[in-house]
């Protein structure tokens, strides 16, 4: 009894199982904040307060005094709405955003569509070389976008193009990629070209995540191949096409370093062919900061909206899915 007694007390005095004291629980409440310190002061350092610096700016101006010499002939001043009037009454800005918007009726269905495309073949139980051909798909993802818009402005212009000189030995005619309406092809194409794999990817995973007894279970109902994907597949894995439309729309409208890279290729791309082009031009080619911001800023918020947008509609067609 006695050592009964003694294992008892002596298990309550080791106290594995006694409740921690206030300065323990004080600590474990706070160590999660303490693990999210450095990814926050990034985030404030990197992200939010240059953001926020943009919109302050966006509402300034610069109001220079006599001949604009000397300290004090240079000031910045309150500015309220009026950059924002002008960069909506900006004829160059508004012409780049039609740009952009053509732009983006090729690229994103038509990099969306070879996604999945892609995605379903190497889905498929026929498919051969899977590692290596899923690796050749996505490989010009890696490759930056600076380079690989030099690398096709290589291959489009007509007097170093080896296509030019194949096509000329045919006798077929050379069509001039970089001038006029094929230029918007010549821009999709890299971008097509680019992002194709990146969205593949993202599609396949979702494929793979699929049960198989799903397409067993098609199969026995006697679905053949092409209905298991129309039917099964594409379906089951529409939370990624959606995601892949969310990021597509943003790359579209931030579409800057192809047309800025073709840019000395050709005189059909201007200094603001794009929007992000006419906010760069705006702010180091003309020195105004203030209208570069406001442009900037209406930029992130047609984003915002449009991406945002585009999520509420297909969450709410997702709502009505499910209470059918």
């Known amino acids: 009894m006695r050592t009964a007694a003694g294992r008892r007390s002596h298990g309550v ?3 594995p199982y006694a409740h921690p004291s206030p300065t323990t629980l004080r600590r474990a409440r706070s160590a999660p904040y303490f693990f999210l310190l450095p990814a926050t002061l990034l985030f404030l350092l990197f992200f939010a307060l240059p953001i926020g610096y943009a919109v302050w700016l966006s509402f300034r101006k610069a109001r220079v005094s006599g001949l604009g010499l000397g300290s004090g002939a240079r000031r910045e001043v309150w500015a309220g709405l009026r950059n924002y009037t002008d960069a909506l009454g900006d004829g160059e800005l508004l012409d780049g955003a039609l740009r952009v918007l053509g732009y983006g009726c090729i690229v994103v269905p038509v990099m969306l569509g070879l996604a999945l495309l892609f995605a379903l073949m190497l889905d498929s139980d026929r498919v051969r070389l899977a590692p290596f051909t899923r690796l050749a798909i ?6 930056p976008g600076v ?3 030099l690398l096709w402005g290589f291959l489009y212009l007509p007097d170093v193009s080896p ?5 000329d030995r045919l006798g077929l005619p050379q ?5 006029g309406g094929p230029l918007y092809l010549a821009l999709s194409n890299i971008a097509v070209w680019g992002g194709t794999g990146f969205n593949m990817i993202v599609i396949y995973t979702a494929l793979q995540a699929i049960p198989v007894e799903v397409y067993e279970a098609a199969k026995l109902d006697g679905a053949t ?6 039917r099964v597949k594409i379906p089951m894995v529409a ?9 597509s729309i943003i790359a579209t409208l931030q579409v800057f370093s192809e047309p800025t890279t073709l840019k000395p290729l050709t005189n059909s791309v201007s200094t603001t062919w794009s929007p992000l082009m006419k906010v760069y031009q705006d702010a180091f080619g003309k020195g105004d900061v203030y209208a570069a911001a406001a442009q900037a800023t209406l930029i992130a918020l047609v984003t915002l909206v449009l991406s945002f947008g585009f999520l509420r509609a297909a969450n709410r067609r997702d709502r009505q ?3 059918r």
């Open 163 to 167: 296509f030019s000189f194949v096509l």
């Open 321 to 323: 899915e499910a209470t």
């Open 13 to 15: 005095k080791g106290a």
């Open 138 to 143: 996505f490989l010009p993802y890696a490759i």
């Open 225 to 230: 191949p092409t209905q298991i994907a129309l």
């Open 239 to 247: 939370p990624s096409l959606v995601l892949t439309f969310f990021f």
């Open 175 to 179: 069509p001039d990629l970089l001038d």
């Open 147 to 149: 380079v690989a818009a």
